[in-house]
Every structure is written in structure tokens, then in C-alpha cells.
């Protein structure tokens, strides 16, 4: 009879709220495997490199030191890339390098565009500026395709599609694309994904990529891929735009040789990426540019304590190994790049609206273990909270939440009673900002979705079944 009334109550308010989302336990734990999964690759990939270890330090030195010159770095990439023939812009923020890209397409009398992942002009919000001037902008990752066409973000910066079962990813191709309704087969819906896409580089004027690394002694752009897809735009289009973020540079190809090395094993646990392309010069009777973009940068440059952040070259194995990442989903973060690494960025980008992600974390430094470059991840997750909670205003009903809840478990039988009373409480109300618990409802995030108050208590659950 309980469970029955509480069931009633609860109806309809998980469903509503888990399109596209990481909600219910089936989901979670799924989730939470295929991450692993990965996790598991890169340990394999991680045992048969003997100075692993080694290799990760170097990384870290590399990165410290081009840091340390960054200003000659980006000043000696340039020279290059205008000597080999490449247009090289700067772009202050993220409306510069959505300015500065409509005016090449327009220059170029570009209408179309086909373009590689790249989570930079995701922070920059570029694809919606570029829709809204009129252009038509086609992802082609598949993973990316598959999020654009559901109107969402990348959840993961490496597999943007990670949260979505292929069973979704069928009802989506069948909804945008017209394939067989309910035909989940991987196979086919790449193959269904592979038709569309050669059509729009077909017809697309121009062609836009992300950046794996800039390489300051011969102005090359390196681009890692697994599909091939950067280089059907580059090599077919007329009109070539690379956006950079400026952390990418690496001094030359002898340091370079040891990000590509750690790069796709500590992301996906592969040997190397399937393409690892080195764009250098504008084929004949093209134009080629570089965007090269700060958008904060500059700010966590001069940051001593967060200045190691812009090591990272955006592997995604933090978020792989992170228990709540791998639980929650990228979506839940509320900035462009999730997990550990977002966390300690997204301050960056407004300390107000994003003080509640350093605390999304167990701090438990797993993340440290398995990042490339070595950054302290869970230390500087740490040294955020200290700092927002001086520095930015305090949640009230947090505090109220927090005192109510110290009260009740001080005491087993308050706890006993508030439990009980706890699960007649609507789940509309629970879902609601009227929670004191649920700091995301009250922030505006609905993207997390507070869990479901369990039927019975663990001491009933476990009388029950004891035998
Ligand atoms: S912080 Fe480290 S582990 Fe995380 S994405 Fe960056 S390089 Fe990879």
C-alpha cells in the first residue's frame, strides 16, 4: 500500500525530466561501464609502455616549459604558418572567433560548412552564431552528428555521444533521417551516418577543424582523428579554417612525438589515433587559415596555482575514470568541458554561475593518477573551493539544508522519523527548488535530477531479506 502511494506520487517526474540524461539505475550503471570500459583500455595501453611514468613526466615538463615561453612560442608558430602560405588571425575571445570565421566564409562566398570536432568552438558557441547568420554548419564526427541532430552538447570531450544508448541513436536516425525504425544495428547506422555525411561534404563550400597541437618550429596544425573526417574536409575544400586555443603549442616535432604517444592511450586505449594528420601549407588555389584563440586563457595563464591547467590536452581520461563523472553523465556539469578538468576551468568562466563544480567531486585523485600531463587535478578542485567560498556569494538555503540535515543525524531516532516522512513527500516537490537538498533545481541546472527516494529503508529492506 506504501509503495503504491509513494509509486503514484513519484509518477511521471523521472520521465519527464531523463530525456537524453544519465536517470535510473539501469541507465547509471550502463553509463558507468561503457566508461570504465575505456579506463580499462588505457590501463592495458599504460602496460606496455615500460617508462609510462616517465613519459607522463616529460609531457608535464613540455607543456611547463612552452608555457613558460608561450608569448615566443605562439610568435615563432606564426612566422612559420605565414611563411608556408597560411592566414593566421587572433581572436581576444569567443565573439572574435565567431566574427572572424563568418567574415572568411563570407569572404570566400562560403554558404555550407563541414567541420571536425572541436570542444573549442563549442565553448566559443560557434555552430548556433554560424546557423544564426545564415550558414549551414554540418558536424561530422559521428558521435558529434549524432548530438547535433538531438539539439544537444558533447557530453564527453573525446566520445561526445557517450550518454546515448545505440538504441537512441536508432530513434534519432529514424526521426532526422528516415533509416529503418527500431534497427539498432551499429553497423547499419554508421553505415546509414557514413551515406549522409559524404553527401554534405559533397556539397559543402568549406571546411573547419579543431586542433590536436600547433607546432611552434614548422606552423603545422596536427589533427588527431579517428574517422578520417577532418581530412575529407581539408583535402576537398576550398576554404580551410583551424581554431587553435593557444595552450596546443608544442616546441617541435621531437615533443610532439611524445603527446602523440600518450594521447589516444590515455584517451580511448588505443595505440594511436587512426589519423594523425600534419596540415602545413594550402594546396594550390586555396586559402588556409588559423584562428588562434585565448577566450580566458590568458587569465588561467597568469594564474600560478592554475597555470598547470593549461596542460591539458583535452584526453578525457579524468572524466573516464571519474566515479561521479561516470555516474552523473557530461551533461550534469553545466559547462562546455565536463569532469575534473571542467571543473577546475569553468570558474574561469564565471566564478558565480560555476562555483558549485568544484564540488562535484569525491576529491578521491583518481583523476591525477591517469592524467597525461600531470596535473593535480583533485589539489586544484580543492583550492577552488576554498577560494569560491570566500569569493562568491553563500547559498543560504544550502546552509539551511545542510544545518537541518547535521540535526536529524544526530540522532537515530530523527533520522528514523525524518527518513520515513521523507518518502511521502511528492516527487514534484523533491524534484524542485522547494527541496533544500536540491541545490541543482535551485541553480537552475535541470539537467541533474535528484534520485529517487527508495521505497523502504535499508534496515526493512535487509529484514526482509536476510534469509
Ligand atoms: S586534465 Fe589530464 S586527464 Fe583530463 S582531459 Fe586534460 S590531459 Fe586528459
Known amino acids: ?47 606496455t609502455i615500460p617508462d609510462w611514468e616517465k613519459l607522463r613526466a616529460t609531457a608535464a615538463a613540455i607543456k611547463d616549459h612552452t608555457l613558460s615561453r608561450l608569448p ?32 572568411i566564409l563570407r569572404e570566400n562566398n562560403a554558404k555550407s560548412v563541414v567541420k571536425s570536432k572541436s570542444m573549442l568552438t563549442e565553448e566559443c558557441g560557434l555552430n548556433p552564431y ?25 557530453s564527453h570531450i573525446v566520445v561526445p555521444a557517450i550518454h546515448l544508448k545505440k ?69 576537398s575544400k576550398k576554404t580551410v579554417i583551424h581554431c587553435m586555443g593557444m595552450e596546443k603549442l608544442v616546441p617541435g616535432y621531437k615533443e610532439l612525438a611524445v603527446f602523440t604517444r600518450l594521447l589516444a592511450r590515455s ?58 563523472y561516470r555516474r552523473s553523465g557530461g551533461h550534469s556539469y553545466h559547462h562546455t568541458v565536463p569532469g575534473p578538468i571542467g571543473s577546475v576551468l569553468a570558474p574561469f568562466y564565471g566564478k558565480e554561475k560555476n562555483k558549485d563544480l568544484p564540488f562535484a567531486s569525491t576529491l578521491c585523485g583518481s583523476c591525477n593518477n591517469v592524467c597525461p600531463v600531470k596535473i593535480d587535478l583533485a589539489g586544484l578542485l580543492y583550492r577552488w573551493r576554498q577560494k569560491l567560498t570566500d569569493e562568491t ?11 537541518i540535515g547535521s540535526k536529524i543525524l544526530k540522532s537515530r531516532t530523527t533520522y528514523s522519523l525524518a527518513t520515513r516522512a521523507f518518502r511521502w513527500v511528492p516527487g514534484s516537490v523533491l524534484q524542485s527548488g522547494l527541496n533544500p537538498w536540491n541545490v541543482t533545481a535551485k541553480n537552475g541546472h535541470k539537467e541533474r535530477i535528484f534520485p529517487d527516494v527508495p521505497g523502504e529503508s535499508f534496515r526493512e529492506w535487509y529484514k526482509k531479506n536476510q534469509e
Open 130 to 154: 554560424l546557423e544564426k547568420e545564415g550558414f549551414d554548419v554540418v558536424d561530422t564526427d559521428l558521435g558529434e552528428r549524432i548530438v547535433q541532430l538531438r539539439k544537444e552538447h558533447p
Open 267 to 324: 584517451a580511448t586505449g588505443q595505440p594511436v589515433t587512426v589519423f594523425t594528420s600534419h596540415y602545413r601549407k594550402p594546396r594550390p588555389e586555396t586559402t588556409e587559415h588559423i584562428i588562434i584563440v585565448n577566450n580566458k586563457r590568458t587569465d588561467i595563464f597568469e594564474d600560478p596555482e592554475f597555470r598547470q591547467a593549461m596542460r591539458c590536452i583535452r584526453c578525457g581520461a579524468c572524466m573516464n575514470t571519474c566515479p561521479v
Open 393 to 403: 556569494s553563500p547559498d543560504l538555503s544550502k546552509k539551511i539544508g545542510m544545518d
Open 167 to 235: 538504441e537512441e541513436v536508432s530513434d534519432t536516425f529514424h526521426e532526422k533521417m528516415n533509416t529503418e525504425k527500431g534497427n539498432s544495428d551499429p553497423d547499419y547506422l554508421a553505415s546509414a551516418a557514413r551515406e549522409a555525411l559524404r553527401k554534405d561534404f559533397m556539397r559543402a563550400d568549406a571546411a573547419i577543424t579543431g586542433v590536436n597541437f600547433g607546432v611552434a618550429e614548422s606552423g603545422t596544425v596536427v589533427v588527431c582523428t579517428n574517422e578520417g573526417n577532418a581530412d575529407m574536409g581539408v583535402h
Open 72 to 103: 615566443e612560442y605562439l610568435q615563432r608558430f606564426e612566422e612559420n604558418a605565414i611563411k608556408n602560405g597560411i592566414q593566421v588571425h587572433w581572436a581576444w575571445d569567443d565573439a572574435e572567433l565567431r566574427e572572424i570565421t563568418a567574415s
Open 1 to 47: 500500500m506504501f509503495n503504491r502511494r509513494k509509486n503514484k506520487l513519484m509518477k511521471g517526474t523521472h520521465a519527464n525530466l531523463s530525456k537524453g540524461f544519465i536517470t535510473g539505475s539501469e541507465k547509471t550503471d550502463w553509463h558507468n561501464n561503457a566508461l570504465w570500459f575505456l579506463r580499462a583500455k588505457r590501463d592495458m595501453q599504460r602496460d
